[in-house]
C-alpha cells in the first residue's frame, strides 16, 4: 500500500479564512457560535449559530458558490490530473428557500453536479468529480475514499472540497428534532443539551509520497489508515452500545498497522447531544481502556458542520500533530461520567506521533481516519 500524504489543506469556519484563524480560536477556547442574522430564528429552538461573515449571493444562485470562493482564495494551484472528490449533505439547500420566497430558481445549481462542475471548471481539473453524502460522516468518507485511490495507485493526486451552509431548511429541521441547544453547544458536558450548528468548509491536497517529492511539495501529515462501519440501529440515534464507531476504529488501526496504545489523542465528533456523546465515551473506553487519552470536539468553538465537519477536523488535527498540541473542548465546565480523565477544557500536549479523528451520522454510519505525524 502506497504512502498517503496531505500536502495542502484550507478551511473557512466561524472564525474566519484559514487554519491558523481556526487553531488559534480552538486553542483559546473561543466560540464562533453567536445570533443567526440570516433569517429569523422566532420559531426555533435556538437563535444561535457558527456563521461566515460576509457572505454574500451576490449573483450566485446558493451562498455555497461565495463559501468556495472564500474557501479557495490562496489555496494555490491543483495539479491538474488530480481527482476531485466532494462532500456536502445539503449542497444549495439554500436555492430551495429562494424558491419558497417566489424567486425563480436556476435549475442547474440545485443539483451537486452543479457544484462539481464548477469547481472542476475553477481548478482546471479534468475529473468532473464525485460527491459523497453520508450525513455528518460525509468528509470523513471523502479523505477516506481519496487515500484509498492513493493507496491502491489508482490515483497520484485527489483533491477533497467538504463544504455546508447554514440554512433556514436545516436549521428548522434541527430544531423540529429537539437536537439544537437553545444557547450554545456543551461537547461531553453533563449539562448538554443538544448541538449548535456551523457552516464551512475545508480543501485538502492528497497525493502519493512519490507525487509529493516529484512537484516538491511539503508533507503535513500522512493518513495512515482509515475505516467505516454502520451500526443499522436507528434513522437518528446512533446504537447505545456502540458498536458501529468500534468497528469503525477497529478497522481504521488494522489498516495502519497500529495498536490502540499507538494512538495518542483523538479527535472526536462530539456534537453536544446526550446519545452521541455517550455512544463515543463507550466507544473509547471499549478501545482503548482506562488509559488517560486525551479527547477533544471542535464543535463548541465552530459548530456542527455537518458534511463539511470531518474534514476540516482533519485539517485542524494536522496542525495538532504539527504544534503536539490538542486545543481545550469550548464549553465543556464538567465532564460526563466515564470522560473525567478523557475530555477537557484546557489544551493538552500530544505525546505521540498518531491522531485518530471519528465522525458519526444519522442512518447508523460511523467513520475514520488516522493520521500520522510528519516528522520535520
Not at 451562498?63 to 491543483?78: A, I, T
Request: with cysteine.
Amino acid at each position: 500500500m502506497r504512502e498517503v500524504c496531505i500536502c495542502k489543506t484550507g478551511v473557512l469556519t466561524g472564525f474566519g479564512a484559514g487554519v491558523d484563524a481556526l487553531w488559534e480560536g480552538s486553542l483559546c477556547g473561543a466560540t464562533a457560535v453567536r445570533p443567526v442574522e440570516r433569517f429569523a430564528t422566532g420559531r426555533y429552538l435556538s437563535s444561535s449559530a457558527s456563521w461566515i461573515e460576509g457572505l454574500e449571493r451576490g449573483a450566485a444562485a446558493s451562498l455555497l458558490y461565495p463559501l468556495l470562493e472564500m474557501l479557495l482564495d490562496g489555496f494555490g494551484e491543483v495539479p491538474r490530473d488530480a481527482l476531485l472528490v466532494t462532500a456536502t449533505t445539503k449542497g444549495s439547500i439554500d436555492v430551495l428557500e429562494s424558491l419558497r420566497d417566489g424567486a425563480a430558481p436556476d435549475a442547474a445549481s440545485l443539483a451537486t453536479k452543479g457544484v462539481l462542475e464548477w469547481l472542476a471548471a475553477r481548478l482546471g481539473l479534468s475529473d468532473p468529480g464525485m460527491n459523497i453524502n453520508a450525513a455528518c460522516a460525509s468528509s470523513t468518507l471523502a479523505v477516506a475514499r481519496a487515500a484509498a485511490l492513493i493507496a491502491a495507485g489508482r490515483a497520484e493526486a485527489v483533491l477533497v472540497v467538504c463544504m455546508d451552509l447554514v440554512s433556514e431548511f436545516v436549521f428548522s429541521g434541527f430544531s423540529a428534532l429537539q437536537a439544537l441547544d437553545p444557547e450554545r453547544c456543551r461537547p461531553f458536558d453533563r449539562s448538554r443539551r443538544g448541538l449548535s450548528l456551523g457552516e464551512g468548509g475545508a480543501v485538502l491536497l492528497l497525493t502519493s509520497r512519490e507525487r509529493a517529492a516529484a512537484e516538491g511539495l511539503p508533507v503535513l501529515a500522512t493518513v495512515a489508515g482509515w475505516g467505516a462501519a454502520n451500526d443499522a440501529t436507528h434513522i437518528t440515534a446512533p446504537a447505545r452500545d456502540a458498536c458501529g464507531l468500534i468497528q469503525t476504529v477497529q478497522q481504521t488501526l488494522c489498516r495502519a498497522s497500529i495498536g490502540a496504545g499507538d494512538v495518542a489523542a483523538v479527535s472526536a465528533h462530539g456534537t453536544g447531544t446526550v446519545y452521541n456523546d455517550q455512544m463515543e465515551l463507550t466507544a473509547f473506553r471499549a478501545l482503548f481502556g482506562e488509559r488517560t487519552l486525551p479527547v477533544h470536539s471542535v464543535k463548541g468553538a465552530i459548530g456542527h458542520t455537518l458534511g463539511a465537519a470531518g474534514g476540516i477536523e482533519i485539517a485542524l488535527g494536522v496542525r495538532c500533530l504539527q504544534e503536539r498540541l490538542l486545543p481545550p473542548t469550548t464549553g465543556l465546565l464538567e465532564p460526563e461520567a466515564g470522560g473525567e480523565e478523557m475530555v477537557g477544557a484546557t489544551a493538552r500536549p500530544i505525546a505521540g506521533s498518531y491522531l485518530l479523528s471519528t465522525n458519526s451520522g444519522f442512518g447508523g454510519v460511523n467513520a475514520a481516519v488516522v493520521l500520522r505525524r510528519e516528522e520535520p
